[in-house]
């Protein structure tokens, strides 16, 4: 437990919590670039790209620590937003997908 708190406070810390935000449709992308790689998540449906999240999350209150990073930055107003123009949605979402496989 140890261990994750600090890994919250450096991603948290270090802007690794991301949101981006497409315009004008205002579609949202939440990524977290964890100790390793970057992650997508969807903190509203509670869903995360990772095998942390994809092994562990049922015991875990189905958080792993990049949705726990998401409640937090959001609390402390330290999400990195940036923002897009829908054109760029799909090339962007084909990127996204192509680091996750
Ligand atoms: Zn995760």
């Known amino acids: 437990m140890k261990k994750d708190s600090a890994n919250l ?5 270090g802007r690794g919590v991301k949101l981006h935000y497409f315009e004008p449709s205002n579609r949202k992308i939440w990524t977290v670039v964890g100790k390793d790689n970057e992650h997508w998540l969807d903190p509203d449906l509670g869903f995360c790209s990772c095998e942390d999240y994809y092994f562990n999350a049922m015991e875990n209150n189905g958080e792993c620590y990049h949705l726990k990073s998401v409640k ?15 054109s760029e949605f799909e090339s962007f979402i084909t990127a996204l ?3 996750l496989m």
């Not at 406070?9 to 810390?13: K, T, V």
Request: charged letters at 35%; proline letters at 0%; zero cysteines.
């Open 9 to 13: 406070d450096a991603i948290i810390s």
């Open 72 to 86: 937090i930055a959001r609390q402390e107003n330290k999400v990195e937003v940036i923002k897009f123009s829908d």
């Open 97 to 99: 997908v192509s680091d």
